[in-house]
Every structure is written in C-alpha cells, then in structure tokens.
C-alpha cells in the first residue's frame, strides 16, 4: 500500500492531503481524537511503510504525554473553575460592578462584561464563565428592559473574557503545543485582556446610542453603597494577586500557582455556602472528565503532528515561504483570516491542535521587526484571540449556545446579531495588535 501511494504522492502531498481529510471527517463529526489518530497513524504508515513504528510511537507518545510536568495545570485550573463557578464569585462581582456603572446607558451590559473579566481572572475557562454569569447577569438585564439581541449578545461575548484573561487553559495548551514559556505568555495575554474588556464597553457604548431602545437607565447609586459592594469581591481580588501575581513575580511556577488558586477558591465558596461535600465530588468528577479529554487529545496530536513531521510539511512550508520572499505580514493576515473561517465550524481547542504545529515553525522564521524569541509568544496571543472569535460566531459558537439556552424568549437569531458587534469589535483589536506587537510584549519586556 506505501508503495502504490509513493508513485502518485510525495511525502510532502500526503502530509498536505490529510488537512483537508482531517477536516471532512471533522465536519462529519467524529470526534477530534479519533480524526487524529486515525489520520495520523496512517500518514505515518504510507510514509514510512513501517508498522512497528506506529507500535513504537504510541507506547512513547503516551508514556511523554501523560508524565509530562506541565500538563498538570490543566486538572489545577480546571479544578479552580469549577470552584469559582459553585462558590458565588460572580454574583458578587456583577452585583459590584452594577453599583459603579449601572446608571450609565448600557452600564448593566457593562457591568456583565466588567464581571465576566474579573470572573475570567479566577476562571480560565470561556464557557464556565459565559455560564456563571450568564445565571447571575441574564435575568437582571431581562427585568431591566434590555433586548434579547444585546443582553445575550453581550453576555456571549464577555464569556470569552475567560480564556483571554490569564490564567487561561487555552494559553497552558498553546504554551505545551508550541514548547514557549507558560509565565511569559500570561503576562503577555495581560494587556491584550484588558484591551478586550474595554473594547467590549466601548462597543456597548456605541451600540446603546445606535439603538437606544435596546437598554435601559438606572438610577445612581450613593458612593457609600458602591464602596460597600466592593466588600464581598475582596476574596476574587486576593486569588488573583496570589496566583497571577506569583506567577509574574517568580514566587510560584505556574502548577503552584493553580494548586494555590484551587485551595483559595475551595475556601471561599464554602465560607459562602456554594460548596458542599456532593458539590466537590461533582467538581471533582467534572475537572477529571474535561482534564482527561484535553489529555487524549494532545495524545492524538502528537501522533497527527509526528506524521507531519515525517512527511516534512511545516519544514517545507517554511522553506517556501522563506525562499519566495513572500512578504511575512501577508502569510500572518492569512493564518488569522483562517481562523476566523475555521472559527464558524470548530471550537477553538480543535483549531489550535490541528493548526498550531503547523504554524507555530513557519513564523517563529519569518521577520516581523521583532526579537525572534518573542514571536511565539506574540503569535500565541493573536491565536487565541483569533480562536475565541470562534466562540461568538455561528454556526458553532458554543458561547451563543449557552447563553440563548438560558432565555426561553431570545431566538437564537437574535442572538447571533446581538454578539456581531462584539466580534466587529474583536477583529478591530486583533488588527491593532498585530500592526503594534509592543502592546502585547511590553509587559513581557519589563518584568523579563
């Protein structure tokens, strides 16, 4: 069979062929694990005609999968989330966040995203956050008045807040795929979440005065009752200077960090009441589940990208582009535009896998006028970014699902047109970064 193939296909082409593959029996869906095992595995068969091989890949794939240091965040954070989301956190974020700025036009919409951002600082995942707030924030904004478009829209939208705001789990994946450094990529995804936050506001800001009967006012709250409300985000703010701040300070390496984020949460939400003995088996249970599917599947990547490897795509694709001189900003506007493409059919962790090896050699070679030991990192923030479009637009925007699922009176057309704006908003932010990489490493330059 290698043979009959080898006459009509180089190793190259074979590589190439599977993408596509890859992508039909994606989009019949089966699941990603499966696609990239199987894909994988018989790449590596047509290429080296050897069967021992694949023997011999899977035993060391696993046993460097599965004992792999880093990989431990991932359970830390996940478990950190599920804490988070049980103990109360974000209700007492949007209850403060609404006393500072619910009287502005749109400030309840603004305070959603205000709280989605905090929520995503102790979070790290984008659905348990859209999720949370959508069970605080929703039925406030529905009692107030606002419509069905702009209250689940923005809702939608300030769920991606929890993987753009370190820590993010997306950010631990792309920092294992792509072998950069896990501390400079939080502090590099900082500003660029930050940026995202405000740009969301702005975009509400505008949204209420293009259509003024999509929000509502509220009256002004006392500042002694605004100050009283910050109260009971105190613990919020606490687990994160202890865990993002002794990441950037050297104190704690990243899976310290976690471990310290999961105690300080567990600790709140039962002093809140949020978390009982059969909630933390649940959490248990359920950071297990989604840790040992993020497990298999950067299994099945690595066999899918050692096929690549073998057959010598990113390589030669470097080598191309490198050697036709073309210009390094069109190959960057091209990688990004197709994320946006893959955004509408896959989620943002099956475009990172399948993409991220390919890509990750071809640019770290390319000069954008920056030290080549910051591209990857630098690249790593405009995918994610890129990624967490995907979770806004249709047909597969996850977060649009989760959020429309909690109104029994939003079509899930209307809320496909309320979360627009915010990915108009997204793709506006993402042009900025890239036209100025020094907002996203300045932080990484003064603290490394």
Known sequence: MPDFVSQYLSDFQIGLVSFPILLVLIALRIPLTAVMFIVGLTGTYLVTGNMRMLDSQLKSFAFGTFTNYSLSVIPLFLLMSEFASRGGMSQSLFRAAEAWMGHKKGGLAMAAIGASAGFGAICGSSLATASSMGKVALPELQRAG???ALSTGVLAAGGTLGILIPPSIV???YAILAEENIEKLFTAAFVPGLLAMFGYMLTVGIYTRMFPDAAT???RIPYAERIRSLVPVWPVL???ILVIGGIYTGVFSPTAAAAVGVAGTAI???SNGGLSWSGTKQSLLSAGQTSAMIFFIILAAGVYN???SSAQVPQTLATYFLDTSV????ILTGMLLLYLVLGTVMDSLAMIFLTVPIFV???TQLDFGIPPAEIGIWFGILVLMSAEIGLITPPVGLNLFVINAMSDNVGIGETYRGALPFVISDIIRIAILVTFPAITMGLVRLLF
């Open 146 to 148: 606002y419509s069905g």
């Open 171 to 173: 950010l631990v994946i």
């Open 217 to 219: 006012d509220r009256p």
């Open 238 to 240: 606490l687990i994160f």
């Open 268 to 270: 709140v939400a039962v």
């Open 306 to 308: 050692s096929f690549l």
């Open 327 to 330: 210009n390094p900003w069109l």
């Open 361 to 363: 050699p071809i640019v």
